[in-house]
T-cell receptor, first 116, second 116 residues
Framework: AQSVTQPDIHITVSEGASLELRCNYSYGATPYLFWYVQSPGQGLQLLLKYFSGDTLVQGIKGFEAEFKRSQSSFNLRKPSVHWSDAAEYFCAVALNYGGSQGNLIFGKGTKLSVKP | GAGVSQTPSNKVTEKGKYVELRCDPISGHTALYWYRQSLGQGPEFLIYFQGTGAADDSGLPNDRFFAVRPEGSVSTLKIQRTERGDSAVYLC??????????????FGPGTRLTVL
């Protein structure tokens, strides 16, 4: 069965430091890959997505992610974290039905805290 | 334009009662999804509509859960004989169903259901 693993439940970084959130997936083919962010009381906001092509994907708010097929990973990075980045981050995959897709499968999330 | 909206934002009910949760998708979006997010977990898929029909309802946990989308726009998730374990945030998402390039789901703010 398809699954998504986010190994870090909670990460704390200092403001201005770099950030990497890990995501591994289990799927027989190349899935569609997503990172969403959820702030307290807010809905899920899409940060970036990978469907095909360049494996380094740029998103909103200065985030980027790199798809590594050999490692089944799609890690999220940001070179310099801002206090407003404190939130919960979810990695998700969508099954690739030859170009269309079905539902998203989410990881359990990584909560990011930012120290001043 | 307007995003996905969900009503009510909060619902408190007693065990055994019936509840309805409403989702208004982004205008023109063909696909509509329901997810459930329990505390400390990522969202879990419940049901997916293409137009008026349920294309995939494999995530519904049991026959107490039912969803409709009679005119291909607004959807209602219905839960009969609620149990305390049904307490969660129920998320709705919609997408334009762009085949070939993957598709992006846009989430509403959710309905927090509490079953006492």
């Amino acid at each position: 069965a398809q699954s998504v693993t986010q190994p870090d439940i909670h990460i704390t970084v200092s403001e201005g430091a770099s950030l990497e959130l890990r995501c591994n997936y289990s799927y027989g083919a190349t899935p569609y890959l997503f990172w969403y962010v959820q702030s307290p009381g807010q809905g899920l906001q899409l940060l970036l997505k990978y469907f095909s092509g360049d494996t380094l994907v740029q998103g909103i708010k200065g985030f980027e992610a790199e798809f590594k097929r050999s490692q089944s990973s799609f890690n999220l990075r940001k070179p310099s974290v801002h206090w407003s980045d404190a939130a919960e981050y979810f990695c998700a995959v969508a099954l690739n039905y030859g170009g269309s897709q079905g539902n998203l499968i989410f990881g359990k999330g990584t909560k990011l805290s930012v120290k001043p | 334009g307007a995003g996905v909206s969900q009503t009510p934002s909060n619902k408190v009910t007693e065990k055994g009662k019936y509840v309805e949760l409403r989702c208004d998708p982004i205008s023109g979006h063909t696909a509509l999804y329901w997810y459930r997010q329990s505390l400390g977990q990522g969202p879990e898929f419940l049901i997916y509509f293409q137009g008026t029909g349920a294309a995939d309802d494999s995530g519904l946990p049991n026959d107490r859960f039912f969803a409709v989308r009679p005119e291909g726009s607004v959807s209602t998730l219905k839960i009969q004989r609620t149990e305390r374990g049904d307490s969660a945030v129920y998320l709705c998402a919609s997408s334009p169903l762009q085949a070939g390039e993957g598709d992006t789901q846009y989430f509403g703010p959710g309905t927090r259901l509490t079953v006492l």
